[in-house]
């Protein structure tokens, strides 16, 4: 692990209620949206299980708005984000986690996330390509990712840089955990490019 310092744990289930309230979205008006249960949302509402990064996707696709948007305390987007290493919000889903890295409360068109993965976890079985460029550095374990045709192994010190729209997809081959930096920027956001890059993450 990486951390220094306790990142804040969003609440997950409360920042779903805000996001469907201010939406004015029912409870059965989500679960047809998102293809999830009433009975699912009410238990990631009230606490009782934690949600995998693929059904926030769904969340957030259902409710049109970023992934980032979980990430969200709520603060006004700024020209200029500092973080401390216990200020940033993290998501944890089945897994690992996501922490956000500034991203949510920035006004350009940037989002850093520093992603912890359990070995095996990955972006599923199907490549996927968005708007941007992605560029990822790998701090600890070993991340394989696959571009096109092309696959690339990173270990602890590694980086890749690529043009989003090339069709990929990654996932840990430590044995133990990884942590790597995700950086996706020059997104066009009506492609809701940040749900689409965790789509099929479990």
């Not at 940033?88 to 912890?116: A, D, I, N, Y």
């Not at 993965?117 to 490549?127: I, K, P, R, T, V």
Request: aromatic fraction near 8%; include cysteine.
């Amino acid at each position: 692990m990486v951390h220094e310092k306790a990142a804040i744990t969003v609440d997950v289930g409360s920042r779903l209620r805000q996001l469907r309230e201010q939406n004015n979205i029912s409870m059965r008006g989500l679960a047809a949206k998102s293809g999830l249960s009433a009975n699912a949302l009410s238990m990631i509402e009230r606490g009782k299980t934690s949600p995998s990064v693929s059904t926030l996707y769904k969340l957030s696709d259902a409710l049109g708005v970023p992934i980032t948007e979980f990430f969200s305390l709520q603060l006004e987007r700024q020209e200029i984000v500092f973080l401390k290493a216990d200020e940033r919000p993290r998501v944890s889903f089945v897994k690992g986690s996501m922490e956000g890295l500034g991203g949510e409360q920035f006004t350009g068109k940037v989002s850093p996330f520093l992603v912890t993965l359990e070995n095996g976890a990955g972006s599923g079985a199907n490549q996927m390509s968005h708007t941007g460029h992605e560029f990822v550095y790998c701090l600890h374990g070993k991340l394989e990712y696959r571009v096109e045709k092309k696959v690339f192994q990173l270990e602890a010190g590694d980086s890749l840089l690529f043009a989003a729209q090339l069709k990929h997809s990654w996932k840990s081959i430590s044995g133990s955990v990884t942590n790597a930096l995700i950086v996706i920027s020059e997104y066009s956001e009506n492609r809701q490019t940040l749900q689409k890059h965790w789509q099929e993450i479990e």
